[in-house]
Nanobody, 126 residues
Framework: QLQLVESGGGLVQPGGSLRLSCTAS????????IGWFRQAPGKEREGVSC????????DYADSVKGRFTISRDIAKNTVYLQMNSLNPEDTAVYYC???????????????????WGQGTQVTVSS
């Protein structure tokens, strides 16, 4: 069973940057669509960004466009979420998720993803 592990979260000041990583052992992540999601206390889980297998498509939530960038490092079997210009509204637990379902493009709906990591906390505060 695919097990995903997120890392890279932490405490950062407004305007700062973090890079989250999503890795897996024993599975080649390039065969999966990968999504990043976040959930703040009292709020529903929301899609932040996704990247399709072989990186042919990406998508971003409107709230992070121009600030976040998703990418893959095939050699490291890792998907990254580079987060710049962070603000307190970005505070949440961030999860990566994977699916092998085939779609024309990657999607940001949590229901299409089969495997989830445990999450990493991102806190943006001065």
């Amino acid at each position: 069973q695919l097990q995903l592990v997120e890392s890279g979260g932490g405490l950062v000041q407004p305007g700062g940057s973090l890079r989250l990583s999503c890795t897996a052992s024993g599975f080649t992540l390039d065969y999966y669509d990968i999504g990043w999601f976040r959930q703040a206390p009292g709020k529903e889980r929301e899609g932040v960004s996704c990247i399709s297998r072989s990186s042919f498509s990406t998508d971003y939530a409107d709230s992070v466009k121009g600030r976040f960038t998703i990418s893959r490092d095939i050699a490291k079997n890792t998907v990254y979420l580079q987060m710049n210009s962070l603000n307190p509204e970005d505070t949440a637990v961030y999860y990566c998720a994977a699916t092998r379902k085939l779609f024309a493009r990657c999607g940001l709906r949590p229901t299409i993803f089969d495997s989830w990591g445990q999450g990493t906390q991102v806190t943006v505060s001065s």
